[in-house]
């Protein structure tokens, strides 16, 4: 997710709108609630690209550390505490649902009965994180990850329609909630799939055979000191008082040495920060199948729901 991608997100969360005027120059209105955190102003012109900013007079170039983003983050994170949003989706019985379900549980030879089947409320935390990644150059990227509450696993398929999801402020369902989210098993979920992604990025950023370079250099240089001071310490008639200062220095270069080794490391490797930004609860109504999988004499009962904006399966 581009920083263009979570400021528009967030301006529409927090109750404002934007237009696209021109290329990548946006005008925004925010609610006038929010006046005071903008020195009394709630129309913008705002650009994310430089030189966009820079030909159009009063635009605000937007991006990490400006006060436009700053703002809108600080108000984003108290806004969506609590709040939830509700997929505007009709859920209806889907056609040859036993054998679809058959089909995605892969039970083979198996047979599955449907016991009941009802609409139901399922719950997602779509999590937005800051990944900084830090190594002769600074890297920041805002990623949002969307964790299936029922199973407390990463959903890479509602990423790409999320387009379906917008607020009902005058919704009334009477469905059922499938389960309270657990928001520390939602954030662990996320950090976990956001690291695997960051150590992604850092072999791309990292180069191993500069580092190795490096390492090979300094041990190198450190060696050849150390072997040039044991040869002063074997030499004949030296004093007890040398022998015992050559040791000292024969221990201090060995320290100097590995710390030389790691401040390479330190410098050439990358260093990952995660910061969370904010968590928004989406309720999407989905169809809630009960039913009984019978496999030669063994018979277990199982819940699998379906996802009528994903469209798929799961339990």
């Known amino acids: 997710m581009t920083i263009e991608q979570y400021i528009l997100d967030a301006i529409e969360i927090i109750g404002g709108i934007y237009q696209n005027v021109d290329y990548n120059l946006y005008q925004v209105i925010l609610p006038d609630t929010y006046a005071d955190m903008f020195q009394d ?3 913008f012109i705002i650009s994310f690209d430089a030189e966009v900013a820079q030909e159009n007079d009063g635009c605000e170039l937007v991006g990490f550390g400006s006060s436009f983003f700053d703002a809108i983050n600080s108000i984003v994170k108290k806004e969506t ?5 509700l997929a505007d989706v009709e859920v209806n019985e889907i056609m ?4 679809k379900i058959k089909n995605f549980l892969d039970i083979g030879r198996g047979n599955i009965n449907i016991i009941n089947s009802e609409a139901t409320l399922c719950m997602w935390g779509r999590v937005y994180c800051n990944l900084k990644l830090i190594t002769d150059q600074k890297i ?3 990623l949002d990850v969307w964790v299936n509450c029922q199973n407390n696993q990463v959903d890479t398929s509602l990423s790409h329609n999320k387009n379906w999801l917008f607020e009902r402020e005058d919704a009334e369902f009477n469905y059922k909630v499938a389960c309270i989210p657990d928001i520390k098993l939602m954030l662990k979920a996320a950090i976990d799939y956001i690291g695997i992604e960051a150590s992604k990025l850092e072999k791309e950023l990292l180069n191993p055979k500069v580092l190795e370079q490096n390492v090979v250099q300094v041990k190198s240089y450190y060696d050849d000191l150390m072997a040039e001071n044991e040869k002063r310490m074997k030499r004949k008639n030296i004093t007890e008082e040398k022998l015992s200062e050559l040791a000292s220095k024969a221990k201090a270069l060995e320290i100097e040495k590995n710390k030389k080794v790691e401040d390479i490391y330190y410098k ?9 930004q904010y968590i928004i609860t989406y309720a ?24 009528p904006i994903g469209k798929y399966f799961f339990e």
Do not use: D, H, T, W
């Open 41 to 43: 102003r709630i129309e």
């Open 81 to 85: 505490l609590g709040r939830l949003f």
């Open 96 to 99: 040859n649902a036993e054998q």
């Open 140 to 142: 920041e990227k805002i």
């Open 268 to 276: 050439l490797s990358v260093q990952k920060e995660i910061i969370l």
């Open 284 to 307: 999407i109504p989905c169809m809630k199948y009960s039913i009984s999988v019978v496999n030669r004499s063994l018979v277990e009962n199982r819940v699998v729901y379906y996802n």
